[in-house]
Structure formats: structure tokens, C-alpha cells
């Protein structure tokens, strides 16, 4: 049996979800095509898939916040919230001022619950970014619930 390159499957798992319809509001993934890839297979349900190939770009790329944020999404997506919460902490120490974690992290905590902290997240983004799209996104959620 021939295997071939991971970033070969990658690219074809990519252009196969690319017609897959769009389920959650994703961060477009800035410039790496493993990280493309691993978003399609999140917003098509093959949260599992994504994971694994989100850990392997982690190792090329350890402690990127970007990342991390995706593989907290997709813990969230598979109703991790522990394994997604850790993911979020780490992509915050990597980069306290993360939009993207910072907005996620904050729906994670309305999930849970857990309203002051959403609410603290929205004023560390209100400070950090000012009417960034993720500070818009974790504000209409708070007024939403």
C-alpha cells in the first residue's frame, strides 16, 4: 500500500470539505495550508481528523496561539470543554491579548455559565483591540443571553 505525504492528504481533504457547508464562524487561517485544511475538516464535523493534524502542525509550530484556538475549537465542537479550556489558557499565555482565544475562550464561558468571565474576556478585548470582529462577536453573544 503506497501512503502518501500528510500534506498531500491534507490538501485533498481540503479541497473535498471546501463544498462541505459552514457551520460555525471560524478565524480564516492566515498563510498555512495544514491549518486551512484542519479548519475545513472542524466546520465538516471530522473534529478528530482535525485535531490530529492540528497537533502535528503544533509540533512544527509550538505555543502558536492560532493554533491553539483551533484546537480549542475543536475540543469544543466534540463538547471537550476541559480539553477546550486548556487549549484557550495556552493560546492566552502564548498571546494574552489573542482575539480569536479571548472571543472563543469567552462564548466557552457563557457555555458553562460562567458570565463574569465572558464578561472580563469582552473587556480585555474592548482594551486590546478596540470594535475588532471578535469583540463585536462575544458582545452580541453577551447581550444575547
Known amino acids: 500500500m503506497v501512503r502518501l505525504p500528510a500534506f498531500l492528504v491534507a490538501a485533498a481533504l481540503a479541497v473535498m470539505l471546501a463544498a462541505a457547508p459552514a457551520r460555525a464562524v471560524l478565524p480564516e487561517p492566515e498563510g498555512d495550508p495544514d491549518i486551512a485544511a484542519a479548519a475545513g475538516m472542524i466546520e465538516a464535523g ?40 486548556a487549549a484557550y489558557r495556552a493560546a492566552l499565555a502564548s498571546d494574552p491579548n489573542h482575539p480569536g482565544a479571548l472571543a472563543y475562550q469567552g462564548s466557552l464561558f457563557l457555555q458553562q455559565g460562567r458570565r463574569a468571565e465572558a464578561e472580563a474576556n469582552l473587556a480585555r478585548l474592548t482594551a486590546s483591540c478596540g470594535g475588532c470582529a471578535e469583540r463585536e462577536t462575544l458582545a452580541r453573544e453577551l447581550a444575547a443571553r
Open 46 to 85: 471530522r473534529h478528530r481528523l482535525a485535531l490530529e493534524l492540528l497537533q502535528a502542525v503544533l509540533a512544527r509550530l509550538p505555543g502558536d496561539p492560532d493554533v491553539l484556538t483551533y484546537i480549542a475549537f475543536a475540543h469544543r465542537r466534540q463538547n471537550d470543554l476541559a480539553a477546550a479550556e
